[in-house]
T-cell receptor
Framework: KNEVEQSPQNLTAQEGEFITINCSYS?????LHWLQQHPGGGIVSLFM???GKKKHGRLIATINIQEKHSSLHITASHPRDSAVYIC?????????FGTGTSLTVIP | DAGITQSPRHKVTETGTPVTLRCHQT?????MYWYRQDPGHGLRLIHY???????DKGEVSDGYSVSRSKTEDFLLTLESATSSQTSVYFC???????????FGPGTRLTVT
């Protein structure tokens, strides 16, 4: 069973496009995280949120607790945004992870 | 990076040999985690620790053991490595009562 589902699995965009990655979860959570992983690289936390919306530069994350759904938006995408984006939820003392969305932004 | 290091960063070993991976943190966090990351599966929990000598199993714990004799160190041992344990292993910590998780740089393990 997958507690966290992400879509799409793969995404290719032209530079400048608006990008949306979706995450649905099936467990009660304390917080939801969006993580970024560049090829061959480590995992970096972009956002942690438990309600509403957060913005950091060109990245926006929203969460709807009632619908158990979150979205990560990237405005004016850039080739350096090419990475795997991972949705994760924290519940109790454990975390559950989606399989990731691989984003490629073409110049 | 919350002061998390992993060693070694890369290792190639033969089937049947024991392997120990080390995770070291410098900020006295109580919770530490070991995950493996494989294509198509995402990050999966192997074991976690909630204090010195306090550990619990995750969803993919078979073939792995852990130890935590000091707050700063969390060791993952493969008693007899198998090819199915070829993976990238990440250590992580949970920051206090906040559900913020920070990851180490990862260890790429290849079992031949």
């Amino acid at each position: 069973k997958n507690e966290v589902e992400q879509s799409p699995q793969n995404l290719t965009a032209q530079e400048g496009e608006f990008i949306t990655i979706n995450c649905s979860y099936s467990v009660g959570i304390s917080a939801l995280h969006w993580l970024q992983q560049h090829p061959g690289g480590g995992i970096v936390s972009l956002f942690m949120l438990s309600s509403g919306k957060k913005k950091h530069g060109r990245l926006i994350a929203t969460i709807n607790i009632q619908e158990k759904h979150s979205s990560l938006h990237i405005t004016a995408s850039h080739p350096r945004d090419s990475a795997v984006y991972i949705c994760a939820v924290g519940t109790g003392n454990q975390f559950y992870f989606g399989t990731g969305t691989s984003l490629t932004v073409i110049p | 990076d919350a002061g998390i290091t992993q060693s070694p960063r890369h290792k190639v070993t033969e089937t049947g040999t024991p392997v120990t991976l080390r995770c070291h943190q410098t900020e006295n966090h109580r919770y530490m985690y070991w995950y493996r990351q494989d294509p198509g599966h995402g990050l999966r929990l192997i074991h976690y620790s909630y204090g010195v000598k306090d550990t619990d199993k995750g969803e993919v714990s078979d073939g792995y053991s852990v130890s935590r004799s000091k707050t700063e160190d969390f060791l993952l041992t493969l008693e007899s490595a198998t090819s199915s344990q070829t993976s990238v292993y990440f250590c992580a910590i949970k920051s206090g009562d906040v559900y913020e998780q920070y990851f180490g740089p990862g260890t790429r393990l290849t079992v031949t």
